[in-house]
């Protein structure tokens, strides 16, 4: 019964393949509505295959669903089997029964796998199963068909699987096999025709798109085929074509000649090239057509084949090719530059005329013969391996431009720098094409350009270009430093940028006359920088002259003067001290001995007994005594400011020297003032005169005191600080190194700059008549300079006024010096003293003085006399009072003459200069005993005198 069955279930697969191969046939395998075909046709099949099943037990029948269902979900794919599974299983369910859900998953299971199996065909590309593949696709299916009864239906499911098992795992993979051969065979007859189809709507898509025009004749020369574009060009179809002959489509003559041709293509079997001129609305067309022999299977010519093509645009670019070769070459043979072609291996191919100069050479024909003769890098390179070099980059940029530059040899041994760009030739094998161009004048001006570019832009001068209206075109580094602006901010902009207020319109149009009336303009400009700051250049404007001898621009080299103007000043300001100094110095020495007169006689009378007379006048005395003394201060003032007074450096700590000061301050400057000091812990020593340093700070002090009409703050500061070669460099004679500062600032009315310019100067000042003496400053620049300092003053109109004295700093610890001046008279004299004065009056109040002392007195007012009287009374002289500073023959002069005389003579030199001048130094070491300074007190003149007597 069963093998009954597996005949009528392969009757209806067999008839399925039939009919599955007739719907191929009709559609598409891929399209939709075959698949939706194949998907009701295996649904059904598989409904008549359950119509007449084999019935094991009541509701439990066997039949081919399996086999149909996956063979639907191989060949068919998941489209076909998602439509086919549902069909059978609703019929199964309609049928019902114990076995309905069995049956059901033996539908599943089988287009399951069969779906399986299509995918796995497609990504394997195996569109083509063997039979063993085939027989385990059944096997599989029916394996699991099987296992599927026990575990659905129990009991039941053993008893149909011992009924039905053995014919189902002998027969359904083999109908299975059996079934699946033939739908591949089916399957591959459909790839075969839709292969067919592909091909010849490839082929006549390819022919009726090309843009040549294809035809077929018979050996009669009537057409059996052509392309769309051979009948479009003759304004018909091509299935109207078929069956004529030329004479139905070109003039007689010219058909005449087509039958001629393709007789003779026919005859000899033969190639023919043809090309030919038409004429086209009243243009040329030409037309070139290849006839070849058209053989039939067996090889026989049974006619020709042709293709047409319209040659008329390659005929035109042919003519025009030949016009633009003869323009080439015309250019070539003329071109100013050499051009040439050579082989990569070193031959050259063709030169033109300028490229056989470049090289020294007469004509192209005799370089490239002699060239050619060994090779282009040994006949033309100096260096030979360095083509190799360029040829190795040319290669390896292709059909790029390589631009390099080039040390070549000429004809005459001579070397040519040129520029050279070359390429490898696109399309020819082996061959090189290039320009050359001889750059060795270039080369140089290019140079000296650079080496004036340099220039300008390192020269230490601003150098400036603009044009002929003042807009700036260029300018170097130097002018951007001096002037502040940037580059892109001058370049452009108008040369009134640089414009102060401190000259007027007619400088500005003085200077523009000068230059564009093509003169050069010389002077000094006071400019603004970018921050406001006023500065000086000096500058050199020269304008430009183009080609056609026009102004074209002017150009300004400028050199800023700001500091050597400020130094200058300085050094005026300097040396207008030191010649107030030295006119100081010279009425000092006057004023000295007038006072020495004075001081003499108004002492001895001070000393005289006789009380009578004491109580008349000795008052009126004193006062012309102490008026000496203040006269002798004010010429001490004097000398301080000229550094002619003695000093007495040593040690001294400044901090130690403020607080010392500032109680002596807090009580006689006004209590509205505030007194305000910050001082340095760790302040460094210097070596100074305290009594001159105490003069320094009691008049910055009382000035300060001044200038704030009773009310303000007066700060004293001292810090340490290191003057660096900038400062130096604008301070004349101060040296860079360690300082320590002394600032004295107050919060009074301030200075004006003009004002600033004089407050150093002796008799300079600006309280009202009979409130100073002008002498002030004076002294405190004395003596800051005699102690090789440096003092600046910082001040303007309301915010007060800023002294700063920087004085060199030591290491030293400070030590004080111990003075005690004797004020005892000392004893009597007896000996005999020779004094040597140009001033009478000294001379006589001197020789009263010693006189009632007890010595004998001789006088001399010049050396010649002084001279004369030693010879005569050497032996008798005990010591001469030599006046340093004499008339005709100095006091050093008599000095050397006296020790002649007598080298034991014993010389006590008075002058007005300080003892540690170089005079003074110069008369010690020559070989005087001691210096006293002018006007010197007649009491400690005696104790000099007696020191000197006393020693042997």
Known sequence: MIVINLIQNAALLIALAATYQVIMARFQRHDPKSQILFGLLFGGVGIVGMVTPVHLTPGIFFDGRSIILSVAGLFGGPVVAAIAAPICGAYRWWLGGSGALMGILIIAESALIGVLAFFWRRKTGKSKMGILQLWGFGLMVHVIVLVLMPATMGQTGFGVLKLVGLPVIALYPLATVLICLLFQDYEKQALDREKLIESESLYRNLVDHLPQRIFIKDRNSVYLSCNANYANDHGTTTEQIVGMNDFALYP????????????????????????????????????????????????????????????TDRKRTEEELRISEEKYRSVFMNAPIGIFRSTVDGKLVDVNPAYARIFGYDSPEEMISFVNRTSIAKSLFIKPSLRSTIIDKVLAFNHEWLETEVQYRRKDNKASLTRVMIRKIPGQIGLMEGFIEDISKRKRLEEVQHRLSTVVEQAAEGILIADTTGVIQYVNPSLESISGYGKAELIGARTSIFKSDEYDPEFARNLWNTINNGKVWTGRFTNRKKDGTIYYVEATISPVRGSNGKIINFVAVERDVTEHLQLSKQLLQAQKMEAVGTLAGGIAHDFNNLLQVVLGYSEMLLREDGEEWKHTHASQIEQIYQAGKRGADLVRSLMTFSRKTETKPIPVNLNDEVRRLTGMLARTIPKMIEIETLLNSDLITIEADPTQIDQVLINLAINAKDAMNDHGKLSIQTSNVVLDDVYCGSHVGVKPGAYVLLAVSDTGAGMEKETLGHIFEPFFTTKEKGKGTGLGLSTVYGIVKQHNGSIDCESGPGIGTTFKVYFPAIRAAKEELEASADESIPEQGYETILIVDDEESIINVACQMFRKRGYRVLKASDVTEALNSFRRESDNISLVILDIMMPKMSGHACLEELLKIDPGVKVLVATGLSPNSEQVSTAINSGAKAAIHKPYDMNELLHVVRDILDKE
Do not use: C, F
């Not at 033969?270 to 086209?280: A, C, F, G, P």
């Not at 030409?286 to 093509?309: A, C, E, F, L, V």
């Open 252 to 311: 007689k003559e010219l058909a005449e000649k087509h039958v001629i041709d393709d007789h003779e293509v026919i005859d000899t079997g033969n190639v023919k090239d043809i090309e030919e001129i038409y004429m086209e609305n009243d243009q040329d067309k030409w037309i070139r057509t290849i006839k070849i022999p058209y053989h039939d299977h067996n090889g026989q010519i049974i006619g020709i084949m042709g293709i047409s093509t319209d040659i």
